[in-house]
């Protein structure tokens, strides 16, 4: 199997925030990526932009390093390195000064699409959106992609996204969320749509409860300041965990096109009830015997924030009625893996003795590692020995289903840069939907600070606080496994 590699038209993208962490672990390596995957047009250009002082030759060799410390290099040419870097320019710019600006925007006076890419931190948003337009580079074929966090709470969004509109269209203004990019994301809306199997099914009357997890093993030492302002509801739920059950959740679209799909989202978060004191658990690490607990972590003897958090919500409409959905995630637990687990209801009568076993299908759509998807089935215990039931998984992992060409499947970053410069907002958050989650979480976090909520602790390699395994079992039900 042939993965297609559509070209895109000429294109500069700058990246300001060039010599951050996420233009080089990230940025930096997708676009090269895509460059020896041939959809690099010749005459596109990469423009690195930051207050750090290098000359063009001097960024270049930046980026060379950066390729080789994150980059997927093994194997390539030399020649090919070199002609990558041949498209990479670099300009010393400060967002909220007037240095650079004359200069990146001789750069930018020709007439292909130009796509800005604010990779840095969100303080600087808004100086970056008023010089682009102050220096004449908002034109209409432009476009911005904005990285997370978008705001804080509902509040500071709205400021937000007022504040880039008043310079851009809401077409022009690309949210980037990097986990709508992945590939298991978006077979989700192939499975779902098409398939006449699963979308008859898919709603309360065959669905038992749907599970969200988004399990890491890593603590949050190097960037613990900025996380104990979040926490795990801001940083994790908020975005990603939203967008992951908008589009378990959402009706199906009538075009696959970036509006139609968004407005089934956004119906989606505005049917989510608000969240009551006992149907969430917020969690902080502890320490192990060679890692630090969370308080070290972020420097703090007193912090606050959840390092894990898992909670219950209801979608309040005709389909989704009393099913609910369970999401968790959290930082140092036993595993880092990722996945949706849809559980079907049981058959509503067993012709089998009880000595059979009574069992349930899942549908798991795995995220990381080995993104794929499973359906379990129940057949018949293979051999003699009567008619007993056991459940065996209809696996369609990429790597062995689509067979070298999936081990080669396009990191979120590199589909999602791509999609900016085709212009295609569908894998990218409306304005809408950012302050509607935001309208939906609030009211949370202000409920336990309200009540003045600790949270609890649990031990680092565990699967978070016992009351998040509670949670669950006061329904009848239990968490998946958290395994890789
Ligand atoms: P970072 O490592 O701190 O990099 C920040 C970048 O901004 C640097 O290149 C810095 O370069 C530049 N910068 C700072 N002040 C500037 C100014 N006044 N004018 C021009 N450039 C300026 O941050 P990061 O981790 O790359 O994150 C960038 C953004 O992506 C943030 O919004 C972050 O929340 C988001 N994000 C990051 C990750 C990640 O994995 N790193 C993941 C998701 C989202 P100079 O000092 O040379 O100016």
Same mark, same amino acid.
């Given at each position: 199997?042939?993965?297609?590699?559509? /070209?895109?038209?000429?294109?500069?993208?700058?990246?300001?925030?060039?010599?951050?962490?996420?233009?080089?672990?990230?940025?930096?390596?997708?676009?090269?990526?895509?460059?020896?995957?041939?959809?690099? =047009?010749?005459?596109?250009?990469?423009?690195?932009?930051?207050?750090?002082?290098?000359?063009?030759?001097?960024?270049?060799?930046?980026?060379?390093?950066?390729?080789?410390?994150?980059?997927?290099?093994?194997?390539?040419?030399?020649?090919?390195?070199?002609?990558?870097?041949?498209?990479?320019?670099?300009?010393?710019?400060?967002?909220?000064?007037?240095?650079?600006?004359?200069?990146?925007?001789?750069?930018?006076?020709?007439?292909?699409?130009?796509?800005?890419?604010?990779? $840095?931190?969100?303080?600087?948003?808004?100086?970056?959106?008023?010089?682009?337009?102050?220096?004449?580079?908002?034109?209409?074929?432009?476009?911005? $992609?904005?990285?997370?966090?978008?705001?804080?709470?509902?509040?500071?969004?709205?400021?937000?996204?007022?504040?880039?509109?008043?310079?851009?269209?809401?077409?022009?203004?690309?949210?980037?969320?990097?986990?709508?990019?992945?590939?298991?994301?978006?077979?989700?809306?192939?499975?779902?749509?098409?398939? #006449?199997?699963?979308?008859?099914?898919?709603?309360?009357?065959?669905?038992?409860?749907?599970?969200?997890?988004?399990?890491?093993?890593?603590?949050?030492?190097?960037?613990?300041?900025?996380?104990?302002?979040?926490?795990?509801?801001?940083?994790?739920?908020?975005?990603?965990? #939203?967008?992951?059950?908008?589009?378990?959740?959402?009706?199906? =679209?009538?075009?696959?096109?970036?509006?139609?799909?968004?407005?089934?989202?956004?119906? $989606?978060?505005?049917?989510?009830?608000?969240?009551?004191?006992?149907?969430?658990?917020?969690?902080?690490?502890?320490?192990?015997?060679?890692?630090?607990?969370?308080?070290?972590?972020?420097?703090?003897?007193?912090?606050?924030?959840?390092?894990?958090?898992?909670?219950?919500?209801?979608?309040?409409?005709?389909?989704?009625?009393?099913?609910?959905?369970?999401?968790?995630?959290?930082?140092?637990?036993?595993?880092?893996?990722?996945?949706?687990?849809?559980?079907?209801?049981?058959? /509503?009568?067993?012709?089998?003795?009880?000595?059979?076993?009574?069992?349930?299908?899942?549908?798991?759509?795995?995220?990381?590692?080995?993104?794929?998807?499973?359906?379990?089935?129940?057949?018949?215990?293979?051999?003699?020995?009567?008619?007993?039931?056991?459940?065996?998984?209809?696996?369609?992992?990429?790597?062995?289903?689509?067979?070298?060409?999936?081990?080669?499947?396009?990191?979120?970053?590199?589909?999602?840069? #791509?999609?900016?410069?085709?212009?295609?907002?569908?894998?990218?958050?409306?304005?809408?939907? $950012?302050?509607?989650?935001?309208?939906?979480?609030? =009211?949370?976090?202000?409920?336990?600070?309200?009540?003045?909520?600790? /949270?609890?602790?649990?031990?680092?390699?565990?699967?978070? /606080?016992?009351?998040?395994? #509670?949670?669950?079992?006061?329904?009848?039900?239990?968490?998946?496994?958290?395994?890789?």
């Amino acid at each position: 199997m042939v993965s297609r590699t559509i /070209p895109v038209e000429e294109f500069d993208l700058v990246i300001f925030g060039a010599t951050g962490d996420l233009a080089q672990r990230k940025i930096l390596p997708s676009l090269f990526r895509r460059f020896c995957a041939g959809q690099m =047009p010749e005459g596109a250009r990469v423009i690195g932009a930051a207050r750090s002082e290098h000359d063009t030759k001097g960024y270049r060799a930046f980026v060379r390093a950066a390729l080789k410390e994150h980059g997927d290099t093994a194997g390539v040419k030399p020649a090919d390195f070199t002609a990558f870097l041949e498209q990479i320019e670099y300009v010393t710019l400060d967002a909220k000064g007037a240095a650079g600006w004359k200069e990146l925007k001789a750069l930018c006076d020709r007439d292909v699409v130009h796509a800005f890419y604010f990779s $840095v931190g969100p303080s600087l948003f808004e100086d970056l959106a008023k010089r682009l337009h102050k220096h004449g580079l908002a034109g209409e074929e432009c476009r911005i $992609v904005v990285e997370k966090p978008f705001g804080r709470d509902l509040e500071s969004a709205r400021a937000l996204n007022a504040a880039l509109r008043t310079h851009f269209d809401e077409g022009q203004i690309y949210r980037i969320d990097h986990y709508l990019g992945k590939e298991t994301v978006q077979n989700l809306m192939a499975v779902r749509f098409g398939n #006449m199997l699963f979308e008859p099914l898919w709603n309360s009357q065959y669905i038992d409860h749907i599970q969200i997890t988004v399990a890491e093993t890593v603590g949050v030492a190097g960037r613990g300041e900025y996380y104990d302002r979040a926490g795990a509801m801001r940083d994790m739920v908020q975005n990603h965990i #939203m967008q992951l059950l908008c589009l378990i959740a959402m009706e199906p =679209p009538a075009r696959f096109e970036p509006d139609a799909v968004r407005d089934e989202k956004l119906k $989606v978060i505005r049917a989510l009830e608000p969240v009551a004191p006992d149907e969430l658990v917020r969690g902080q690490y502890e320490a192990g015997d060679d890692t630090p607990g969370y308080a070290e972590d972020v420097g703090e003897a007193e912090a606050s924030s959840e390092s894990f958090i898992a909670l219950k919500a209801h979608i309040s409409n005709w389909r989704w009625a009393g099913t609910p959905f369970y999401m968790r995630t959290g930082k140092r637990l036993k595993e880092r893996a990722s996945e949706i687990a849809v559980v079907f209801k049981d058959t /509503p009568h067993s012709i089998f003795d009880e000595d059979a076993g009574r069992h349930r299908n899942i549908l798991t759509i795995r995220l990381q590692p080995n993104e794929g998807i499973e359906l379990g089935v129940t057949i018949k215990e293979p051999g003699p020995g009567g008619m007993r039931l056991i459940d065996v998984p209809l696996d369609m992992s990429f790597a062995e289903a689509l067979g070298p060409e999936a081990g080669d499947v396009a990191d979120a970053y590199e589909r999602l840069i #791509m999609d900016v410069i085709r212009g295609n907002q569908t894998l990218f958050m409306r304005d809408d939907e $950012v302050e509607a989650a935001w309208g939906w979480t609030d =009211p949370i976090i202000a409920g336990w600070q309200e009540r003045g909520d600790a /949270p609890l602790t649990y031990a680092p390699g565990s699967s978070g /606080p016992h009351d998040a395994l #509670m949670l669950m079992h006061q329904d009848g039900r239990r968490w998946r496994e958290i395994k890789a």
